[in-house]
């Protein structure tokens, strides 16, 4: 599985941002940091499953600096995408 730090990479250099303007949320400085790392791996980890039939391949999850939404769904530039905005 990719790193948090991977997939921002990776969606940067596919040319997709987070929506609204917003920025890749880096946590590791925030007191929070243990918790969003255990749900990225959580999320990312059933995204990645092959035996659910989903057909959403690839499918990535990462965090919007952006506070003024809880999350959503979309797919852009052949990836389907879920982004979580920081709290």
Same mark, same amino acid.
């Given at each position: 599985?990719?790193?948090?730090? $991977?997939? !921002? $990479?990776?969606?940067?250099?596919?040319?997709?941002?987070?929506?609204?303007?917003?920025?890749?949320? %880096?946590?590791?400085?925030?007191? *929070?940091?243990?918790?969003? $790392?255990?749900? @990225? %791996?959580?999320? %990312?980890?059933?995204?990645?499953?092959?035996? *659910?039939? *989903?057909?959403?391949?690839?499918?990535?999850? @990462?965090?919007?600096?952006?506070?003024?939404?809880?999350? !959503?769904?979309?797919?852009?530039?052949?990836?389907? *995408?879920?982004?979580?905005? %920081?709290?």
């Amino acid at each position: 599985m990719k790193s948090y730090k $991977e997939v !921002c $990479e990776e969606l940067s250099n596919a040319d997709i941002a987070p929506i609204d303007g917003g920025n890749f949320f %880096q946590f590791e400085d925030s007191p *929070l940091a243990r918790y969003y $790392e255990l749900f @990225f %791996q959580w999320g %990312q980890e059933f995204l990645e499953r092959t035996d *659910l039939g *989903l057909n959403i391949t690839p499918a990535l999850i @990462f965090y919007n600096a952006d506070n003024r939404i809880n999350a !959503c769904a979309y797919t852009k530039n052949g990836y389907s *995408l879920i982004e979580v905005n %920081q709290v």
